[in-house]
T-cell receptor, first 113, second 116 residues
Framework: AQSVTQLDSHVSVSEGTPVLLRCNYSSSYSPSLFWYVQHPNKGLQLLLKYTSAATLVKGINGFEAEFKKSETSFHLTKPSAHMSDAAEYFCVVRATGRRALTFGSGTRLQVQP | DTEVTQTPKHLVMGMTNKKSLKCEQHMGHRAMYWYKQKAKKPPELMFVYSYEKLSINESVPSRFSPECPNSSLLNLHLHALQPEDSALYLC???????????????FGQGTRLTVV
């Protein structure tokens, strides 16, 4: 069975400082991993995806994530936070052969001016 | 066009009403999904359609009835809902890859449903 754990329910950073949102996954097979962002009262937007190609994945809006199989992690980073980054972030896994996405519990990112 | 369009954006309905949520995509995706999201929670899968056929029903109560009339449209028919069914209902679609497996999902903006 696959699962994903987001280690922080809430992260607060100052504008211009780095962002780190942590995600660990559990999957029986090689998974596909995604990060989605959800702004208040909006749908989900795909930030980036890992599907067994390069382990360092670059996404939109300056975000990137590194797949580390030995640590079963897929942490999301951004060098410099912007006020518009304030949102809910979901780490999502799809195990090989599985139809459905499994969502983490989410991390709320707050960006202070 | 990389959009999934959901209508209406907001819906208030009584417990005896019948209403429908609509979802449309023109990306040629052959997998479509309904998710339910309660406040401050992650989305929960309700239904999956692939090639216009229902392939997954996550034990959803029969007061929710999905329909996929063609490859671009997905409906969710609602009848006799309860106040606890109030939530954001998200539609998503994805391309079916060469192996028949889904690729990343594209989500609509959702329908905010309130049952009174």
């Amino acid at each position: 069975a696959q699962s994903v754990t987001q280690l922080d329910s809430h992260v607060s950073v100052s504008e211009g400082t780095p962002v780190l949102l942590r995600c660990n996954y559990s999957s029986s097979y090689s998974p596909s991993l995604f990060w989605y962002v959800q702004h208040p009262n909006k749908g989900l937007q795909l930030l980036l995806k890992y599907t067994s190609a390069a382990t360092l994945v670059k996404g939109i809006n300056g975000f990137e994530a590194e797949f580390k199989k030995s640590e079963t992690s897929f942490h999301l980073t951004k060098p410099s936070a912007h006020m518009s980054d304030a949102a809910e972030y979901f780490c999502v896994v799809r195990a090989t052969g599985r139809r459905a996405l499994t969502f983490g519990s989410g991390t709320r990112l707050q960006v202070q001016p | 066009d990389t959009e999934v369009t959901q209508t209406p954006k907001h819906l208030v309905m009584g417990m005896t009403n019948k209403k429908s949520l609509k979802c449309e995509q023109h990306m040629g995706h052959r997998a479509m999904y309904w998710y339910k999201q309660k406040a401050k929670k992650p989305p929960e899968l309700m239904f999956v359609y692939s090639y216009e056929k229902l392939s997954i029903n996550e034990s959803v109560p029969s007061r929710f009835s999905p329909e996929c009339p063609n490859s671009s449209l997905l409906n969710l028919h609602l009848h006799a809902l309860q106040p606890e069914d109030s939530a954001l209902y998200l539609c998503a679609s994805s391309r079916l890859g060469a192996t028949g497996l889904d690729t990343e999902a594209f989500f609509g903006q959702g329908t905010r449903l309130t049952v009174v």
